[in-house]
Each structure stands twice: as structure tokens, then as C-alpha cells.
């Protein structure tokens, strides 16, 4: 059945899953695009699926749960990009506990949707183990984080927590803890990769607090040419990633 108007109850609850309290309540968000879409069938995580009136069904999307179409005008309001995909998909909430601990993630206080879909992207490419997002940091199903991890975010076990109970956790489970900060720091180039390594990063503005920093091991910093301030947080996590990576 096409759905033509946007009274229609399920097209009034898909709208306010763009509303993270609406979210949260539903324990549901959205995703768009085929290669989302598909990440999603591949994870399990679609509860149903969306296309517009003009779309040509994959066979995949078919098999995947109910598919409700929707008149082109309603299906793009609904969308978050300009020139949509004619699919997407409402998935369900459910972060993943993270297992093994050698390698992981600290976010402090993100703010940037984009910084930290990339951080998630990053994270898997470079085999971590999983991340922590610390108080303050930015909604994970937030639309723009969602297209920035191309994926990840179905991939990667995540977790919420304070920081500060986090850190003695993790030490005390023989996890070695580095802040990044340019006081009384060691370069990237002079860290030991053995053993169990956690790495945290801080507020775009702000980088990470002092309380945390006051909890870890030691601190890092990436070495530069001296005419180049800082680099964008994602930026600079997924070049520590990198040099640590599994």
C-alpha cells in the first residue's frame, strides 16, 4: 500500500525519529542510502524499510522485513541529505558490549557529528577493540554521524560511560591509559605498542579535559611541522589509530 499522506501514523512516528528524544523513547533511528541500508540487513538490525515510489526494489531489501512505499514528496521531507537515495530503513538501538580491550577508543566530550562517525569509521578500519563515549559527546544516531561511519557504526562494539570511572576500570585490567595533550607529553613516535592500550580524545574546542588527563599513564601528541597548529580531532585519532593499529 502507498502511503500518500503525512498524517499517516507510521509516517508521523519515522518523522520523529529525526528528534533524538524520540529516538531514545523508541529505542529506533533511521538510516538512508543502499550501502546503509544493506550494512543494516547484514547486522540484523532493520525493523522495516522505506522506499520511495519510484524506486526499483533490490532483491535484498525484499527479503530484509516489512517495506512500506511512499510518495516521493513524503520520502524526501523524511530524508536528511538534499538528493536522497529512494531507500532507507528504521533500525533498531542497541550498543554492543565491547569483549577484548586491546586496543580502544576514549571520546571525550565530541561534538561534531561528522569527527565522530569518522572516529567510529577509523576505529574499525584500524582493527580497535571497541569505544567508550565519555559524557558530553554527541548524539551516535545523529544523521550526520550515522552517512560518516559509511557502516562502522553496525561493526563496532560501543559503549556509554563517564571517563572517570572508565580509566580505573581499564588500569586496573592491566590497560594501559594515554591522554593526548602537549603537556608533559611523549611523541607518538617514542609509545611502546605492547600491551593493552587505550587512547583518549577530547572536545573539538576544549581537547580533554584535565580531570581525565590527571587519570592517565602518560600523554602523547602527534609530532608536526611547527607552522601547523592542531589537526581536526578525527583527523588526528585516526593517524594515532593508525600507528597503532591490530
Not at 545523529?142 to 572517570?164: C, H, V, W, Y
Given at each position: 500500500m502507498l502511503i500518500e499522506s503525512n498524517q499517516n501514523a507510521?509516517?508521523?512516528?519515522?518523522?520523529?525519529?529525526?528528534?533524538?528524544?524520540?529516538?531514545?523513547?523508541?529505542g529506533e533511528f533511521l538510516v538512508e542510502g543502499e550501502?546503509?541500508?544493506?550494512?543494516?540487513?547484514s547486522h540484523g538490525a532493520i525493523t522495516e524499510i522505506i522506499v520511495r515510489e519510484d524506486a526499483i526494489m533490490d532483491g535484498e531489501f525484499a527479503a530484509a522485513g516489512p517495506i512500506h512505499t511512499i510518495k516521493a514528496g513524503l520520502?524526501?521531507?523524511?530524508?536528511s541529505t538534499q538528493s536522497p537515495q529512494p531507500v532507507m530503513a528504521v533500525c533498531k538501538m542497541g550498543l554492543s558490549k565491547i569483549g577484548a580491550c586491546n586496543r580502544l577508543l576514549l571520546l571525550?566530550?565530541?561534538?561534531?557529528?561528522?569527527?565522530?562517525?569518522?572516529?567510529?569509521r577509523s576505529a574499525a578500519a584500524f582493527g580497535f577493540d571497541g569505544i567508550i563515549l565519555g559524557?558530553?559527546?554527541?548524539?551516535?544516531?545523529?544523521?550526520?554521524?550515522?552517512?560518516?561511519?559509511?557502516?562502522?557504526?553496525?561493526?563496532?562494539?560501543?559503549?556509554?560511560?563517564?571517563?572517570?570511572?572508565?580509566?580505573?576500570?581499564?588500569?586496573?585490567?592491566?590497560?594501559r591509559v594515554l591522554g593526548t595533550s602537549l603537556a608533559q607529553a611523549t611523541p607518538l613516535s617514542g609509545v611502546s605498542a605492547s600491551g593493552k592500550l587505550a587512547f583518549i580524545l577530547g572536545n573539538e574546542g576544549s581537547g580533554v579535559s584535565k580531570e581525565l588527563l590527571g587519570?592517565?599513564?602518560?600523554?602523547?601528541?602527534?609530532e608536526m611541522r611547527e607552522f601547523v597548529e592542531s589537526l581536526n580531532v578525527s583527523i588526528a585519532g585516526s593517524v594515532i589509530m593508525y600507528n597503532f593499529r591490530q
Open positions: 507510521k509516517y508521523k512516528h519515522w518523522m520523529k525519529l529525526k528528534q533524538k528524544k524520540h529516538r531514545e523513547k523508541a550501502h546503509l541500508v544493506k550494512e543494516a540487513i520520502f524526501d521531507k523524511l530524508a571525550d566530550a565530541i561534538q561534531d557529528p561528522g569527527n565522530l562517525g569518522t572516529l567510529i559524557d558530553g559527546c554527541v548524539d551516535i544516531y545523529n544523521d550526520k554521524a550515522i552517512r560518516a561511519t559509511q557502516g562502522a557504526i553496525f561493526k563496532l562494539p560501543m559503549e556509554r560511560e563517564n571517563l572517570s570511572l572508565a580509566i580505573p576500570r581499564l588500569q586496573q585490567g592491566g590497560v587519570l592517565t599513564d602518560g600523554n602523547i601528541f602527534i
